[in-house]
Structure formats: structure tokens, C-alpha cells
């Protein structure tokens, strides 16, 4: 399936003003309340690049792990970004974000199978039935599909980016802490590699501010990141320290999860991506 080549250019509701090849200075950073400057705008090719990254990061960048139903868990990920789809009726604790990116394509005119379309929920009910199906025409159909998007799955990302300060400010009630996390998400921002890792982070563990997503009272979302980093001067000394913080807070995740959830299998994997994040794409 052809996707039109186009640019991306979405509006941010906080006053997030980025280009990916100049990203902005922290200097200029804007106040919390104060006019929209603009979006984040990304060309077709950085688009292609960061979503083939992020493809990577999930799926090692195969076309078969566009479609996965990880062992232990109760729904399938889908898409360059593990994008979650719960079984109609079996909700669970994180963010379900599939069912958005198909609304995000639709008011964007994307083609895609009708079943897809119309789809209320995952249309496979087990883990199981999922990998029974694997080489079905249906399943086939959606990974070409999943692979021939990647740019727009990645202007849903960055969409996903655009709402997220915003909703961790209004998540943090102590002013200091308001205070700091704006001024790090601007920092991190002033750089290049900065700008790829806030959209793979909150891709990758959300926003934080979700209250089921928390173990022992603590979380790993992009906040919790944010709030975790020590005083920097922005740049690339800021994309270091945030690296450090995610690796900081998925340990921490990690040591207080359920020991039935097996996550320290994934902590190799985990603390070299947040590694990655200094290297940008």
C-alpha cells in the first residue's frame, strides 16, 4: 500500500516550538502560560528516520515484529511502537493507544483493510489464538500494511509528544516540581538527539501520569524521567543526564515490580535504549 509522501507539521497546545534539524534554544524556551509558537515539524525523511529507529528499538526493526503478543501479558502491540490493542471487554492498567493511531489515520485519510476499520477491539481473544494466526492472509495483510506507514505512525508519536507536557504539568502539583519539569523537557529539547529521545520515551513508557501505572507509588513515565534528572545546562549535557535518569527510573521500575512479571529480563534491552539516547538517530 502507497502512502503519499507529505511533511509532517502538527500544532502544539503548549507552546512546543522544534524543527528537528534546529530544535530550540533553551534560552528561548517559552513560559508555561504564554502563546502557542508553533509545532514540531519533520520532514519526510527525518520522520522516516525516527520511526525506522524507534521500528528498531520494538520490533528489531523486522516486519514480523509489527505484530507481536508478548508472553505474559493480555493483549497484542502492533506497529513500530508496540502500539497496544485490548481485547473488547478485558481493559487493563496502561494506555491503550492502537485503537488512536487508527483515528489518527482516519482523519488523515490514510487507506487501510476495512476489517481493520472497523474493528471494536482486538479481533484475536488469547495470546494463543494470536500466534495460531500468525501466517494468516489477515495478519499478513496488517503487517504490509504496518510496514508501508511508518511516517505516519511516526506523525502519531510525535502528536502523542505535542499533548504531553501539558498533561504532566497538570499531573504535578507542586509548583517547583511544575517548574522543573518544564524547564528539562526544554532542555533536553535543545538538542538533536534530545528531540528523538523525548518521542521514543513517551512512546515507549507514556507520559507517567496515569495512576494505575505505578509500582509501590512510583512510576516510569516521561515525568517521572523529567523529575528524576539532576541540574544541567541544557544541550547535549541534558540528552546525557536524561539518559541516565530513564535508566535510573526503569531500575527502580524494575526493582519494585511484581516478582511474578519476571521484568528484570528486560533490563538489558531497556538500559540500551536509554544508552541510545545519547547518540540520537
Given amino acids: 500500500m502507497h502512502v503519499p509522501r507529505r511533511r509532517l507539521s502538527l500544532t502544539f497546545s503548549a507552546s512546543l516550538l522544534l524543527t528537528f534539524s534546529g530544535c530550540v534554544s533553551v534560552d528561548s524556551a ?7 509558537a508553533g509545532g514540531i515539524s519533520l520532514s519526510e525523511s527525518d520522520a522516516q528516520a525516527i520511526g525506522r529507529k524507534i521500528w528498531k528499538n520494538e520490533c528489531n526493526g523486522t516486519v514480523d515484529g509489527l505484530t507481536s503478543w508478548n508472553a505474559g501479558e493480555d493483549f497484542p502491540s ?7 490493542w485490548y481485547v473488547k471487554g478485558r481493559p487493563g492498567p496502561f494506555d491503550e493507544s492502537f485503537p488512536r493511531l487508527i483515528a489518527y489515520m482516519k482523519q488523515r485519510g490514510v487507506a487501510m483493510p476495512r476489517w481493520l476499520g472497523e474493528a471494536d477491539g482486538s479481533p484475536w481473544k ?4 494470536f500466534l495460531a494466526r500468525k501466517n494468516s492472509p489477515q495478519m499478513k495483510e496488517l503487517r504490509n500494511f504496518l510496514a508501508n506507514t511508518v511516517s505516519i505512525q511516526t506523525g502519531f508519536i510525535v502528536q502523542r509528544l505535542e499533548q504531553a507536557l501539558p498533561k504532566m504539568k497538570a499531573a504535578t502539583p507542586n509548583e517547583a516540581d511544575r517548574r522543573r519539569l518544564h524547564d528539562n523537557f526544554y532542555k533536553v529539547a535543545s538538542h ?9 520515551y ?22 517521572d524521567v523529567l523529575l528524576e534528572m539532576k541540574p544541567t545546562s541544557g544541550g547535549i549535557s541534558a540528552v546525557n543526564e536524561y539518559s541516565e535518569a530513564a535508566k535510573r527510573v526503569l531500575s527502580r521500575r524494575i526493582a519494585n515490580s511484581p516478582p511474578a512479571r519476571g521484568e528484570s529480563r528486560w533490563r538489558a534491552g531497556w538500559m540500551n535504549r536509554c ?3 545519547k547518540h540520537g538517530i
Fill in 126 to 129: 488469547t495470546r494463543s489464538e
Fill in 192 to 200: 538533536r538527539n534530545g528531540v528523538y529521545a523525548l518521542i521514543d
Fill in 30 to 36: 517559552p513560559e508555561p502560560n504564554s502563546p502557542s
Fill in 78 to 84: 502492533l506497529g513500530i511502537g508496540h502500539f497496544i
Fill in 275 to 277: 544508552e541510545g539516547y
Fill in 202 to 223: 513517551v512512546n515507549f513508557k507514556g507520559e507517567g501520569i496515569k495512576a494505575e501505572e505505578k509500582y509501590n507509588g512510583q512510576g516510569w513515565g516521561l515525568r
